[in-house]
């Protein structure tokens, strides 16, 4: 009983966020306005490096695919796996940062195009709206 009211509330919420999405008139791009706000970048360096210390994906792969490119036999262990691990750090340095920039020009170009933002409102309001009733008419899941 529970199950089904929570799940038709946020069916409900999912269709009128996207109603909303739809019927709302769209603000006007101005090209002149570039939503870039300023972070602290000690803040940021923290964040990063938690996120990736608490990150499972990377910890298996320090333990689990780092070590098989370790040679013993030629010494020094604890160095080759601290290069390995700089190399392995120093390449995601330069492609997230490549993603980052990307993405950074793309979503200023985006914000700026009257289009894009017609799109957008179209397809995501449809989005919600479809997931809300696809969300009201889910079976439960028992047999």
């Known amino acids: 009983m ?3 009211v929570v799940k038709y509330a946020g069916a409900a919420y999912l269709i009128w966020l996207g109603l909303r999405k739809l019927f709302t008139r769209p ?3 101005d090209p002149s306005v570039v939503v870039s706000p300023r972070s602290d970048f000690g ?3 923290r964040d990063g490096f938690v996120v990736n210390l608490l990150n499972p994906k990377t910890a298996l792969f320090f333990l689990a695919f ?3 490119f370790v040679e013993v036999g030629r010494g020094h262990t604890a160095m080759q796996i601290a290069v390995l691990g700089l190399v392995f750090t ?3 340095i330069v492609t997230d940062g ?3 920039l990307v993405a950074g020009t793309a979503g200023n170009w985006l914000r700026r195009s009257r289009i894009y933002l017609t799109v957008e409102r179209y397809v995501s309001g449809t989005l919600f ?3 809300g ?3 009201a008419l889910a079976g439960n899941g028992r047999k």
Request: glycine share 8%; hydrophobic share 50%.
């Open 43 to 45: 803040r940021l360096l």
């Open 2 to 4: 529970a199950f089904s």
């Open 90 to 92: 120093l390449i995601g």
């Open 129 to 131: 709206v479809g997931l």
């Open 133 to 135: 009733v696809t969300a």
């Open 98 to 100: 490549c993603y980052a």
């Open 27 to 29: 603000r006007e791009p």
């Open 66 to 68: 780092l070590p098989q």
